[in-house]
């Protein structure tokens, strides 16, 4: 797994998507009553606010407390600047565990890159979004802080 401790891998793969019992229209208000701070991106794309919600879902419901768990669980949609190894890991897995009927378009492309290390399978997803970020809903700040840096460590 790259570095990442497989035990803190399960642990954020079980509650990545654990606010998903929240729909997804009321899940700013809620963030907004968790005291959870939101972006005007999650404002107007509520969807990607799970990340948040789930990482306090998971703190205060399961009491987790391994910070490498949560900040896993709290970018796994978008990732960010300075991202961990298990960040990453859980980042990819949630990417090629396509949730939309048919193949993700990017599968097979990030497969590859995941042949040659995980900072290659992050940068392709990354970058594929880049490229795509005109026909976005918006554009995570913390995708685009990802992608930047990553981008200029040529890892």
């Known amino acids: 797994m790259d570095g990442a401790d497989p035990a803190l ?12 019992i ?4 009321e899940r700013v208000k809620i963030a907004y009553q968790l005291g959870i701070p ?20 998971a703190v205060q ?13 709290e970018c796994h949609t978008t990732l960010k600047r300075d991202a961990s190894q298990l960040d990453k890991v859980l980042f990819v897995a949630d990417k090629l565990a396509w949730d ?6 990017f599968h097979e492309g ?7 290390s995980l900072d290659a399978a992050t940068f ?8 795509r970020r005109e026909q976005l809903a918006v554009l995570h700040p913390w995708l685009r802080d990802a992608y930047l840096q990553i981008l200029q460590s040529k890892f």
Do not use: C, N
């Open 110 to 116: 990030m497969q590859a890159a995941l042949e040659i």
């Open 124 to 131: 392709f997803y990354l970058r594929y979004m880049w490229e």
């Open 61 to 73: 419901v399961f009491q987790i407390i391994q910070p490498e768990v949560l900040s896993a669980v």
């Open 9 to 20: 891998a399960e642990a954020a793969g079980w509650l990545h998507d654990v606010s998903a």
């Open 22 to 25: 929240f729909p997804t229209p």
């Open 100 to 105: 939309q009927p048919g193949q993700a378009p």
């Open 38 to 57: 939101i972006l005007p991106e999650e404002t107007a794309f509520p969807m990607i606010v799970h990340q948040k919600l789930s990482r306090v879902l």
